[in-house]
């Protein structure tokens, strides 16, 4: 509301320099002196005959403004960040809102503005930056102070008031609360398998004058079963977490409740550890040099992380040629050592065209197919060897084969081809999507000349070979033995792509796809269900090598309610789907057979490290600016006034506003007291009065 006022004051516009004003004024008084001190007449007279001279050589002016009076504006600052959303803090809040802007439209010359504080992604509550943004709007002169609705918990608290105007705080609480919380205060982000690792954990009781005691702490690892352990209340502990699996762990840290506290939702802490393989180790054993030889070698020795452990048998023991045995070879072949006292602590074992002519015996055959069995890994690249007596699948270890020759003698195919993926191989992680392949065109890969004919199949046969009647021949045959996998190569010329024969082909890719499937790599397990959050999303994934609709998961928020979901069909063999994930902790989804976690951490992790209503934080800022902290259970909002400057803006039961008397001037007249029409008479006729008198 604007108000005009008329206000009338007396000013001086002198005539003259005020030096000169000054200088005839002295003059006038040393005029005088000698006529008092001789007591003269006429002194009176002269003297004030000088007065009016200088009077009127001042200026003296009535002046008359009229002014428009200008509301003070004040700030309500509501805070609607994630803390305020605990227990009935928002409808407190609201209610305090609604009853300041009905008292403040009642109150003359105010204006209330007010603003929000939003969520401000992991900076937590930055109140006063949303302060200093709204002050940039408001002059200096009409600021009338801050009233701010929050839970006391800010992260940006300045030095001063804002705008040095008085800052009340309102607090959606009955008084001082307690909160309990499970602080992470070290986790690595990715362990080595086979190894673990170590968190380093706190559990802080918030708002307890002396804590002490201990707390049941739960551990929960992927759905295992849960271990407790009981931790002392402030102090560090330390948790060993092993690493058994390559790909995400998620580990949620629960602390049980603490009687009387404002909410549970930091009583729980969620860890995300990626599991990573140290350096792999390869044995490599190749059966006789050969052209494809160098590029097995040259694959797994371009990789950083494999340690390679490469024998190639150069002569067959039944070959008698009188070359003498140090020229043969550089070292013998620890036969023991590898297929019997460290054999398990390959990753993979590659046979690359080797062949049963007694270099190992059955019983360490044997143990490789244990190994296997075990779960280890065996790769085998196979020619004209794997046919016959001779071949391997006639001897222990073909037990763990996923296919095997032909009954005839000779099973090798010549001839040229190119090798293709199958339906079930466009559905498996190893050969979907490979480089030059199209499912309706023919691939652009170079061709191959020989191929082993195998029949019993026993694996998924992801690639294959086109036979002469239309039908397709075995070429990639990859399973599951035990706890551990096998993949068979039924030719020996993949090191054409790699020369670039024909156009070559994904060589590299392929191998290495074959190879971290054998070592069970998390993204290329063919029956799979994932699940991951990124940007506050829960994203599902499940891939199977069944030719049948994606179907449906079961998801399982951190609260433990239950929602089906049916997934969207993205290409052979995947389907997906994506739901908001708000709630921190950690999330199951379910197709029925296979679990998969994921760990939601909180968006705003200043949020929730304190839930508590306190005022520890923000009354001494109030208190500095005259204002004060006010709680909003039960009584709600207090009164609202408007106070003089200098003035307390806070009491029992009140809260003010400072009033600035700022103002609009809209106009002026000036009236001249002393007109020259009018002095100039004056002067002279107390002039001639003085003459006289002293002239009597």
């Excluded at 005029?31 to 001279?53: K, N």
């Excluded at 934080?617 to 500095?624: N, T």
């Amino acid at each position: 509301m604007h108000i005009e006022q008329a206000i009338a004051s007396l000013r001086l516009t002198p005539l003259v320099p005020l030096p000169l004003l000054a200088a005839l004024a002295v003059l006038c008084a040393i005029a005088l002196a000698p006529a008092l001190w001789r007591g003269a007449r006429g002194v009176f007279w002269r003297g004030l005959a000088f007065l009016v001279l200088v009077l009127w050589l001042a200026g003296p002016r009535l002046v008359e403004e009229t002014r428009e009076t200008l509301p003070d504006i004040g700030l309500l600052v509501v805070d609607q960040t994630g803390s305020m959303q605990v227990g009935n803090r928002t409808a407190l809040a609201e209610a305090a809102r609604q009853a300041v802007q009905a008292q403040a439209a009642r109150l003359p010359d105010l204006e209330l503005r007010t603003i929000t504080v939003p969520e401000s992604g992991s900076s937590g509550t930055r109140l006063f930056t949303a302060i200093d943004r709204a002050l940039a709007d408001i002059p200096r002169s009409r600021f009338a102070g801050t009233l701010a609705i929050t839970d006391g918990q800010v992260h940006d608290i300045p030095q001063a008031a804002p705008g040095g105007a008085p800052l009340n705080v309102m607090i959606p609480a009955r008084g001082e609360e307690t909160d309990r919380r499970v602080r992470v205060i070290e986790a690595p982000g990715y362990g080595l398998v086979g190894k673990s690792v170590q968190l380093r954990v706190a559990i802080e009781d918030l708002g307890v004058a002396h804590p002490t005691g201990t707390a049941r702490l739960t551990i929960r690892r992927d759905g295992e079963p849960p271990i407790v352990e009981s931790v002392p209340i402030g102090p560090e502990h330390r948790i060993d977490i092993p690493i058994t699996r390559a790909g995400p762990t998620v580990v949620e840290l629960s602390a049980e409740p603490l009687p009387g506290e404002v909410s549970q939702l930091n009583n729980r802490a969620v860890v995300q550890i990626n599991g990573v393989r140290d350096r792999l180790r390869v044995l490599l054993v190749s059966g006789e040099p050969h052209q494809g030889e160098r590029t097995w070698r040259r694959l797994l020795k371009a990789d950083p992380s494999v340690d390679l452990v490469h024998f190639t048998i150069l002569r067959p023991p039944e070959k008698d040629d009188l070359t003498p045995l140090n020229e043969l070879s550089l070292i013998a072949f620890p036969v023991r050592e590898l297929f019997q006292e460290k054999i398990r602590e390959f990753d993979l074992i590659i046979l690359d065209r080797f062949q049963n002519r007694g270099i190992l015996p059955a019983i360490y055959l044997r143990n490789i197919a244990d190994y296997v069995r075990g779960g280890g890994a065996l790769l085998m690249s196979v020619g004209p060897e794997f046919t016959g007596l001779a071949s391997l699948a006639a001897t222990p270890l073909g037990a763990v084969l996923p296919a095997h020759p032909t009954e005839l003698d000779d099973s090798v195919v010549e001839g040229p081809f190119r090798a293709e993926v199958t339906k079930l191989g466009q559905r498996h992680p190893v050969t979907e999507d490979l480089p030059g392949w199209h499912a309706n065109a023919p691939p652009s890969w170079g061709e191959w000349y020989r191929r082993d004919e195998v029949g019993d199949v026993g694996g998924q046969v992801v690639m294959s070979a086109p036979t002469p009647g239309g039908g397709e021949a075995p070429l990639l045959v990859l399973d599951h033995v035990g706890e551990g996998r096998t993949a068979l190569l039924l030719s020996d010329q993949i090191w054409l792509w790699s020369r670039g024969h024909d156009g070559g082909g994904p060589q590299a890719e392929l191998l290495r796809r074959v190879a971290h499937w054998l070592m069970k790599e998390p993204e290329l397990e063919e029956n799979a269900l994932t699940a991951s959050i990124e940007n506050g999303h829960l994203a599902i994934e499940r891939r199977s090598t069944d030719d049948a609709p994606a179907g449906d998961v079961t998801v399982i928020d951190p609260d433990g309610h239950r929602q089906r979901l049916t997934l969207a069909q993205q290409g052979p063999g995947r389907g997906t789907a994506s739901i908001p994930a708000t709630a921190p902790g950690v999330w199951q989804a379910s197709d029925g057979v296979r679990t998969a976690y994921a760990a939601s951490a909180n968006a705003n992790p200043l949020e929730i490290a304190d839930l508590r209503a306190t005022a520890t934080k923000l009354a001494g800022l109030a208190r500095q600016s005259g204002g004060g902290v006010h709680w909003l259970e039960p009584a709600g909002a207090p009164a609202l006034r408007m106070v003089e400057p200098e003035r307390d803006a806070s009491g029992s039961g009140w809260m003010a506003l400072r009033r600035n008397h700022d103002h609009l001037v809209t106009g002026i007249a000036a009236l001249p007291l002393l007109p020259p029409w009018l002095a100039l008479p004056l002067i002279l006729g107390l002039a001639v009065i003085a003459w006289r008198r002293e002239g009597a």
